[in-house]
């Protein structure tokens, strides 16, 4: 049951994702999932146990999930193309395992896979494609399922994020807002991690300050007014002794105010929805480090289920054959 319409015999589209709990009685076994076989201190996990209870123990991001699926199946539907768009989870319900033996179940053969995550790196990209190879091997009769790579660079994705910037923009005092700097923010991770990224090493970063230059640039072409960009990172995590990428959003906006910018966007260019560590790490915690530094910020929206964003994701999935990700991509040395 191929459709005529897409170019390669894929009969499904599966949205891979991250996973969040429901409700307080999911935190710790949903912390648990997540941390499993890692190396994560238990002062870090309970604390980050209370970012979820602070939210009513439930995370935004499987409403966000739902919501991108509703808009993937309208896209899908305006486009003429007729198939069935299914998801499941690395940590928590609905779990990609169960997708996959649903789509066993429903026949499917070969199925077109996008994962929320647009960077490479072993926590965006080589983990969700380990979870595939788990889940497929688990299930009798499981498709063959190919995975997207980093997509963040797609126009479609930038120009949901320029948008989303430039409504931060305009949410600033009008006099403050030709001066106001955007940092961009993503989720930080061991340099190491940086180091075997992608195909030669360090492409998480180099795709990120690739992104975060292209929404800048066309900020400044809409604004008529350059301003100046960096890249910052959040929620880190791991041991203290291990090193991640920095600099830390908070350390940096104190080092702004005290080279007296009065005020900034923070464009979480890493994510594509506004899940916990954007609603906490950002909303919660680097606001009120802006606010006590006294820099007027405002935080842009993520791409989420923007049109341009969802058509992205089509077009990346279903447009030509997906191309897998070399063997030894984004694996620690030790494993390659
Ligand atoms: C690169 C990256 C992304 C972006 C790409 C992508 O989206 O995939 C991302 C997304 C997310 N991370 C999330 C949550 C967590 N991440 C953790 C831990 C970690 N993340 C890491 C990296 C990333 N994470 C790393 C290197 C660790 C250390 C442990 C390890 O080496 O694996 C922990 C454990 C506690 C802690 O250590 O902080 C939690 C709870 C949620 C769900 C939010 C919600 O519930 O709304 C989302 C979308
Ligand atoms: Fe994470």
Redesign the pocket.
């Known amino acids: 049951m191929t459709n005529p319409r897409t170019p390669v015999p894929y009969d499904a589209l599966l949205l891979l994702?991250?996973?969040?709990?429901e409700g307080p009685e999911d935190v710790v076994p949903?912390?648990e999932n997540?941390?499993r076989g890692?190396?994560?201190p238990r002062d870090?996990?309970a604390?980050?146990g209370q970012?979820?209870f602070l939210f009513g123990g439930r995370?935004?991001?499987n409403d966000q999930n739902k919501a991108l699926i509703a808009a993937l199946e309208a896209d899908l539907a305006a486009a003429g193309i007729d198939l069935p768009v299914y998801w499941g989870n690395r940590?928590w319900e609905p779990y990609l395992v169960d997708a996959v033996r649903q789509m066993a179940a429903d026949g499917r053969r070969r199925v077109a896979c996008v994962?929320?995550?647009?960077?490479s790196?072993?926590?965006?990209c080589r983990?969700?494609l380990d979870d595939i190879e788990e889940a497929v091997s688990a299930v009798p009769d499981a498709p063959r399922i190919d995975k997207v790579r980093w997509f963040a660079f797609h126009p479609g994705f930038v120009a949901a994020v320029v948008d989303r910037t430039l409504e931060a923009l305009a949410a600033l005092p009008s006099a403050l807002q030709d001066d106001a700097r955007l940092v961009f923010v993503?989720?930080?991770?061991?340099t190491a991690?940086n180091d075997e990224s992608g195909p030669d090493g360090g492409a998480?970063l180099a795709q990120h300050l690739d992104v975060a230059a292209a929404v800048a640039e066309r900020v400044t072409a809409i604004t008529g007014h350059a301003r100046g960009h960096e890249l910052t990172f959040c929620?880190?995590?791991?041991s203290p002794r291990t090193p991640?990428l920095e600099p830390d959003v908070n350390d940096r906006l104190e080092e702004l105010a005290g080279e007296g910018v009065g005020a900034v966007v923070l464009v979480p260019v890493?994510?594509?929805?506004d899940?916990?560590?954007?609603?906490y790490d950002l909303d919660t915690e680097a606001l009120a480090t802006a606010e006590r530094v006294r820099i007027e910020a405002r935080r842009a929206g993520t791409a989420g289920d923007d049109p341009r964003f969802v058509a992205a994701l089509r077009e990346l999935a279903l447009d030509q054959p997906i191309e897998a990700c070399p063997e030894h991509c984004c694996l620690p040395r030790t494993q390659a």
Do not use: C, K
Request: no cysteine; glycine share 10%.
């Open positions: 994702s991250f996973g969040g709990p949903f912390l997540v941390t890692r190396d994560i870090r996990l604390e980050v970012h979820y995370s935004p991001i940590n994962a929320t995550s647009g960077y790196s072993w926590s965006s983990q969700y993503t989720h930080s991770i061991p991690m998480y929620s880190r995590s791991g991640w890493g994510f594509v929805s899940h916990m560590e954007v609603i």
